[in-house]
C-alpha cells in the first residue's frame, strides 16, 4: 500500500528520533538545521520507500563515522604545493549562484588528468569539497536567501576528453559512488557543455541505463552553453568555460587566478584551504599539521551503478578499437 509523500516523510523523522547516540552528532553535521530537507534526499534517492530510506542514512551515518568524516575539515593536505598540484589536476570549483541562490559547482571533465597525487588525496580533496559546500557554503546560502539552500547546479565541461580518460573510470566509480550513497540529491541539475564526438557517443549507450530521476536532471547543452545559462544566472556566475564559444576548460585560462574557479588561486579555494588549516590549528591546539592522505573506505557502487562503469569501460574501449582501424 502506498502513502503520501509527507506521511513517509513523518515515518522516517520518527525513526531518526530514535537513531544511536553515537550517530546524533554525524547526523547533526548531514542536516545542518535543515532536517526535514535531509530526509526528503534520502526519500527521494530510495523512491521514497521508508526502510530503504531509513537503512540508507544510518549506513551514510556509520560510513561517517567510520571514516571520521566528520574530522575531514581539520585534516589539510600539505604542503601547498601538492594541494596546487591536486587542484591543476583535479578541475572543481564554485563560479557563483544562480539568481535563485543555488551555488553553481564547475568541473572540468575532460581536463581533469589525477595524475599528480594518490587516489587517495584526491578523494579526501572530494570530500572535503563536500563538507565545505554543506557545512559552509550551504548555510551561507541559506541565510543571505531567508529560505533552506540545499542543493546546487553543477555544469561538467567535457573539452578534451579523450580515450585516455578509461584509465581515470575507477577513481571517478569511487568518487561517483561516495557522492551517491551519503550525499544523494544534492544536485539540482546537471548541465554538461563543451560536447566531444567522444561525450555523444558514449551517451547515447549510458543514458537508458539511468534512472528517470536522473535523466531528468541531466541537460546536454549547445557549445558552450552560454545562452541557456545565462536564463538562470548572471554573467559574473558563468564558469570562464562558458563565456564565449570554443573557450575549453583550460586549467589557466582568464588570467589564470581568480576568474578561474579551478586555481587555487580562486577565492573560492583559498577561503576553503584557510578554512580546513584554521580548523586543525583549533582542533589540534597548535599541533603541528600532520602530512599524509586521509583514507577512506570506497563504498561498493550498488548493481545501477556497476552496470552503467561497466557499460562505459566497455564503450571506451570499442571507441578506442575503431580508432586504432
Same mark, same amino acid.
Given at each position: 500500500?502506498?502513502?503520501?509523500?509527507?506521511?513517509?516523510?513523518? @515515518?522516517?523523522? !520518527?525513526?531518526?528520533?530514535?537513531?544511536?547516540?553515537?550517530?546524533?552528532?554525524? =547526523? #547533526?553535521?548531514?542536516?545542518?538545521?535543515?532536517?526535514?530537507?535531509?530526509?526528503?534526499?534520502?526519500?527521494? !534517492?530510495?523512491?521514497?520507500?521508508? @526502510?530503504?530510506?531509513?537503512?540508507?542514512?544510518?549506513?551514510?551515518?556509520?560510513?561517517?563515522?567510520?571514516?571520521?568524516?566528520?574530522? /575531514?575539515?581539520?585534516?589539510?593536505?600539505?604542503?601547498?604545493?601538492? =594541494?596546487?598540484?591536486?587542484?591543476?589536476? &583535479?578541475?572543481?570549483?564554485? %563560479?557563483? $549562484?544562480?539568481?535563485?541562490?543555488?551555488?553553481?559547482?564547475?568541473?572540468?571533465?575532460?581536463?581533469?588528468? $589525477?595524475?599528480?597525487?594518490?587516489?587517495?588525496?584526491?578523494?579526501?580533496?572530494?570530500? &572535503?569539497?563536500?563538507? $565545505? #559546500?554543506?557545512?559552509?557554503?550551504?548555510?551561507?546560502?541559506?541565510?543571505?536567501?531567508?529560505?533552506?539552500? *540545499?542543493?546546487?547546479?553543477?555544469?561538467?565541461?567535457?573539452?578534451?576528453?579523450?580515450?585516455?580518460?578509461?584509465?581515470?573510470?575507477?577513481?571517478?566509480?569511487?568518487?561517483?559512488? /561516495?557522492?551517491?550513497?551519503?550525499?544523494?540529491?544534492?544536485?539540482?541539475? $546537471?548541465?554538461?557543455?563543451?560536447?566531444?564526438?567522444?561525450?555523444?557517443? *558514449?551517451?547515447?549507450? /549510458?543514458?537508458?541505463?539511468?534512472?528517470?530521476?536522473?535523466?531528468?536532471?541531466? @541537460?546536454?547543452?549547445?557549445? *558552450?552553453?552560454?545562452?541557456?545559462?545565462?536564463?538562470?544566472?548572471? =554573467?559574473? %556566475?558563468?564558469?570562464?568555460?562558458?563565456?564565449?564559444?570554443?573557450?575549453?576548460?583550460? #586549467?589557466?585560462?582568464?588570467?589564470?587566478?581568480?576568474?578561474? *574557479?579551478?586555481?587555487?588561486?580562486?577565492?573560492?579555494?583559498?577561503?576553503?584551504?584557510?578554512?580546513?588549516?584554521? @580548523?586543525?590549528?583549533?582542533?589540534?591546539?597548535? !599541533?603541528?599539521i600532520r602530512h599524509g592522505s586521509v583514507h577512506v573506505k570506497f563504498p561498493e557502487p550498488d548493481s545501477e551503478g556497476n552496470k552503467i562503469f561497466d557499460t562505459l569501460e566497455t564503450e571506451f574501449q570499442k571507441l578506442g578499437n575503431d580508432h586504432k582501424i
Amino acid at each position: 500500500m502506498s502513502i503520501t509523500n509527507e506521511e513517509a516523510i513523518k @515515518q522516517l523523522r !520518527a525513526l531518526m528520533e530514535d537513531v544511536d547516540d553515537s550517530l546524533r552528532e554525524p =547526523y #547533526r553535521n548531514i542536516h545542518q538545521g535543515c532536517p526535514t530537507e535531509t530526509l526528503i534526499r534520502f526519500l527521494k !534517492a530510495r523512491d521514497w520507500n521508508v @526502510q530503504k530510506a531509513h537503512k540508507m542514512l544510518l549506513e551514510c551515518l556509520e560510513w561517517r563515522t567510520q571514516n571520521e568524516i566528520d574530522k /575531514i575539515l581539520t585534516k589539510p593536505i600539505v604542503p601547498v604545493d601538492l =594541494y596546487r598540484a591536486i587542484r591543476d589536476t &583535479q578541475l572543481v570549483g564554485v %563560479s557563483g $549562484y544562480s539568481k535563485e541562490g543555488l551555488p553553481v559547482i564547475a568541473i572540468g571533465v575532460g581536463l581533469s588528468t $589525477y595524475d599528480k597525487a594518490s587516489v587517495h588525496y584526491y578523494v579526501q580533496s572530494h570530500i &572535503q569539497m563536500n563538507e $565545505y #559546500r554543506d557545512r559552509v557554503i550551504l548555510p551561507s546560502a541559506s541565510k543571505k536567501q531567508g529560505r533552506p539552500i *540545499c542543493t546546487c547546479l553543477k555544469i561538467l565541461d567535457m573539452s578534451g576528453l579523450k580515450l585516455s580518460a578509461l584509465s581515470q573510470i575507477k577513481l571517478m566509480t569511487a568518487i561517483t559512488t /561516495i557522492d551517491d550513497l551519503n550525499y544523494p540529491e544534492k544536485t539540482e541539475t $546537471y548541465y554538461v557543455v563543451n560536447v566531444p564526438y567522444i561525450f555523444s557517443a *558514449c551517451w547515447k549507450t /549510458i543514458k537508458p541505463l539511468l534512472q528517470e530521476r536522473t535523466k531528468k536532471k541531466i @541537460q546536454v547543452l549547445k557549445g *558552450c552553453g552560454k545562452d541557456e545559462l545565462l536564463k538562470i544566472m548572471d =554573467y559574473e %556566475s558563468l564558469p570562464h568555460f562558458c563565456r564565449r564559444e570554443g573557450s575549453g576548460s583550460g #586549467r589557466h585560462i582568464s588570467n589564470g587566478t581568480s576568474d578561474n *574557479c579551478f586555481s587555487l588561486d580562486n577565492s573560492f579555494h583559498q577561503d576553503l584551504y584557510d578554512y580546513v588549516k584554521q @580548523q586543525a590549528l583549533v582542533k589540534g591546539t597548535n !599541533a603541528p599539521i600532520r602530512h599524509g592522505s586521509v583514507h577512506v573506505k570506497f563504498p561498493e557502487p550498488d548493481s545501477e551503478g556497476n552496470k552503467i562503469f561497466d557499460t562505459l569501460e566497455t564503450e571506451f574501449q570499442k571507441l578506442g578499437n575503431d580508432h586504432k582501424i
